[in-house]
């Protein structure tokens, strides 16, 4: 059975700074790319970032290039989202999902998907 479960999330002001993390099981993870989604209330899920397999190629979307940064630790089965600078219009429920053998920033193309960790940017 495979899970993603994310953590990390809360409440932070405006400026600040949050990890999140995505511990995966139950799958080859070093073969996935994975990728962090976004959705705000009342929005569709929105790319955020995404990372190859290897982890030597990554994708940003443009509203949060330079601010965060996505990254992976094979041996830990994980996938992290580094957000610094972070803005109220940063508030969404963060998801991380799978995709087999690629990555790419359509949500459909995922495979796999964890319950979502909320961030909350106050002003």
């Known amino acids: 059975q495979v899970q993603l479960v994310e953590s990390g999330g809360g409440l932070v002001q405006a400026g600040g700074s949050l990890r999140l993390s995505c511990a995966a099981s139950?799958?080859?993870?070093?073969?996935?790319?994975m990728a962090w989604f976004r959705q705000a209330p009342g929005k569709d899920r929105e790319f955020v970032a995404a990372i190859s397999s290897t982890g030597g190629v990554t994708s940003y979307a443009d509203s949060v290039k330079g601010r965060f940064t996505i990254s992976r630790d094979n041996a830990k089965k994980s996938v992290y989202l580094q957000m610094n600078s972070l803005k109220p219009e940063d508030t969404a429920v963060y998801y991380c999902?799978?995709?087999?053998?690629?990555?790419?920033?359509?949500?459909?193309?995922?495979?796999?998907w964890g319950q979502g960790t909320q961030v909350t940017v106050s002003s």
């Open positions: 139950g799958l080859t993870f070093s073969i996935y790319g």
């Open positions: 999902a799978g995709r087999r053998l690629n990555f790419g920033r359509a949500s459909q193309q995922y495979d796999y």
